[in-house]
């Protein structure tokens, strides 16, 4: 198993100096990008169904899309991060994603709404947290891990921020003006911050790289089972994310106490992203992962027997919520642990296009297995052992020996 680069002390302390400013310019940028591009539809689709007359398939679908867009550019986003650095590729994201809200301000009918979702798609491949990560490894690769935790902290106040900043400029001023100012953030706060703070250089040579760059990154079994092990634990969190409170009131309880209960599950995302940044290069990131896939396991297991009890309720969004916040640092973290530190950018993106596939089709065919009759309780059952099944491939992928040459010459992922 490669080094821990946690565990090689060459210029940590100047790296550890400049997570103090670092971190917190990249956390304004990942809470506006999660918060316009993946959070602000939940809020803004009601208006937006009333003044265009669209269905829900329309309204949702094309942020679906716009997904499944972001899957099929991440693996692009991540060679040219390996290749330019993160400033080009996170900067463009800024001006994508600004492009993107601008057409969906003035969006008349569904062509000008589905081709804002397909450039807010690209936007997200660009700009969220796996080319952070990436862009992160660049700058401060001895404090990787200490990075991501610190980041996705900030993260984990996405939704806080813009469900109900959404909602208010949507009452004050309406949904299209919302999305206007979506796009003036984007450009006047997260490009100059990404311009300023990122990397940028030629030929596919970071600064101080060495003469001769390593061939692409080349996917073995390891990496293929890690893939699905995201996958599977990526649909669970799509799925509960558009039914989490349908779900609850299905266990009894009514729907007052439902949103309370799934209210606790964002507070719960940071409390273990608090708690995986204190033991943070003390553990390694692969048993970090293992606890995590396992208590979310416990977690769906736990609402499936569950009844009306507060006390159930509470313990199960305790669980979830920081299972869910802790494997968002696992995905960024376990690959440089299990694949060594080169190509960052071509390893996040090639996992990141699996994730996104999923979660983009997780709601449908979980809706889907509703319509045609199969129970709440045999669905979210279901999940339960997605959750098992995604901890399996875990455990399969990090014990499988390394092949002894893991970079060599070929396309990467």
């Not at 008349?108 to 490894?137: E, K, N, Q, R």
């Amino acid at each position: 198993m490669p080094a821990d680069p946690e565990s090689l002390p060459s210029a940590a302390p100047a790296d550890l100096r400049k997570l103090l400013w670092l971190i917190p310019a990249l956390g304004i940028g990942q809470i506006i990008s999660w918060g316009t591009l993946f959070y602000s539809l939940a809020v803004l689709a009601k208006p937006i169904r009333a003044e265009l007359g669209f269905s829900d398939l329309l309204t949702f679908g094309a942020f679906t899309l716009g997904l499944l867009t972001s899957g099929a550019v991440a693996p692009y986003a991540g060679r040219w991060i390996d290749r330019y650095g993160g400033r080009r590729v996170m900067a463009g994201g800024s001006v994508v994603a600004a492009a993107g809200f601008v057409i969906l301000g003035l969006a008349t009918g569904p062509i000008g709404y589905v081709a804002g979702w397909l450039l807010a798609g690209c936007a997200m491949a660009a700009s969220l947290y796996d080319p952070a990560f990436a862009s992160l490894h660049q700058i401060v690769p001895h404090v990787y891990r200490r990075a991501v935790s610190g980041l996705t902290l900030f993260g984990g106040f996405a939704s806080t921020v813009f469900w109900p900043l959404s909602n208010l400029l949507a009452e004050r001023w309406g949904w299209r003006e919302a999305f206007l100012t979506f796009a003036a953030l984007h450009l006047l706060v997260c490009l100059p911050i990404y311009l300023a703070l990122l990397p940028s250089f030629r030929g596919g040579r970071s600064p101080g790289a060495a003469a001769s760059d390593p061939p692409p990154f080349v996917p073995d079994r390891r990496y293929y089972w890690l893939a699905a092990s995201f996958a599977l634990a990526t649909f669970i969190l799509g799925a509960m994310a558009a039914f989490l409170i349908t779900a609850l009131v299905s266990r009894g309880f009514t729907m007052e106490q439902a949103v309370w209960i799934a209210a606790l599950v964002g507070p719960m995302q940071v409390a273990g992203r608090i708690v995986e940044l204190t033991f943070a290069g003390r553990i390694p990131a692969t048993r970090v992962g293992i606890v995590a896939l396992s208590v979310m396991s416990l977690a769906l297991l736990l609402l499936t027997a569950m009844n009306d009890a507060i006390l159930l309720g509470c313990l199960f969004a305790a669980a979830y919520g920081s299972a869910n916040g802790v494997l968002t640092i696992v995905r960024g973290t376990v690959p440089a642990e299990l694949f060594g530190r080169e190509r960052q950018g071509s390893l996040l993106g090639g996992l990141a296009r699996f994730a996104f596939f999923s979660t983009a089709i997780a709601p449908a065919l979980f809706a889907g297995a509703l319509s045609i009759g199969v129970p709440m309780t045999g669905a979210i059952a279901a999940l339960a052992g997605f959750a098992m099944a995604s901890l399996g491939c875990f455990l399969v992928a990090i014990r499988l020996p390394a092949p002894a040459k893991v970079y060599r010459e070929s396309r990467s992922v």
